[in-house]
């Protein structure tokens, strides 16, 4: 059964330092998202990610974030400089359908520690 | 503001004690509602979307019912192997999803 995956499962960074995480979709999904969630609190949806360009995104994803589709294959969300309050678990999701009409997929996450 | 209550926050049952778990929304371009489950230390996995009031949508000893205003995800006869937390969640008509805080079920043997 496809399904999302994300590299790695946990990162552990020094605050300040930049931190790529990795995101590979289902493989005939157009539409990507970011979501996060920090301990004990709710998934916040942070950004969606369509024919190359974002679709929408959230007041947490401010300039310290960006997205890419580098290939056909991976999607990436990349923390420039990160603050402690970044520490969260990031969980890539994919659809196939327009935004609204169609379930979306969740990848297993990836725990980032900032210390 | 987009908002998805649920509750209980938490819910222990015994094994076979049938109950319900409530989900209320106020999302602005509401299109559905989908319900998730979530494991510790994993990533929401889809259960159900419900489009329009009065549809219901079931797994196993899982079920989801819609109104206007409220959706209901009835367990019955639970196992132990349905202890997870449950997420009710409203898909905007922009894509982003309005998650509620969920119920954390747990039932003992």
């Known amino acids: 059964e496809p399904e999302v995956t994300q590299t790695p499962s946990h990162q552990v960074t020094q605050m300040g330092q930049e931190v790529i995480l990795r995101c590979v979709p289902i493989s005939n999904h157009l539409y990507f998202y970011w979501y996060r969630q920090i301990l004990g609190q709710k998934v916040e949806f942070l950004v969606s990610f369509y024919n190359n360009e974002i679709s929408e995104k959230s007041e947490i994803f401010d300039d310290q974030f960006s997205v890419e589709r580098p290939d056909g294959s991976n999607f990436t969300l990349k923390i420039r400089s990160t603050k402690l309050e970044d520490s969260a678990m990031y969980f890539c999701a994919s659809s196939e359908s327009p935004p609204g009409n169609h379930e979306q997929f969740f990848g297993p996450g990836t725990r980032l520690t900032v210390l | 503001e987009d908002q998805v209550t649920q509750s209980p926050e938490a819910l222990r049952l015994q094994e076979g004690e049938s109950s319900s778990l409530n989900c209320s929304y106020t999302?602005?371009?509401?299109?559905?509602l989908f319900w998730y489950r979530q494991d510790p230390g994993k990533g929401p996995e889809f259960l159900f979307t419900?489009?329009?009031a009065g549809e219901e949508k079931e797994k196993e000893r899982l079920k989801a019912t819609l109104t206007k205003k409220e959706s209901f995800l009835h367990i019955t006869a639970p196992k132990p192997e349905d202890s997870a937390t449950y997420l009710c969640?409203?898909?905007?008509?922009?894509?982003?999803?309005?998650f509620g805080q969920g119920t954390t079920l747990q039932v003992k043997p």
């Open positions: 999302v602005s371009g509401l299109r559905g």
């Open positions: 419900l489009y329009s």
């Open positions: 969640v409203g898909p905007s008509n922009t894509g982003k999803l309005i």
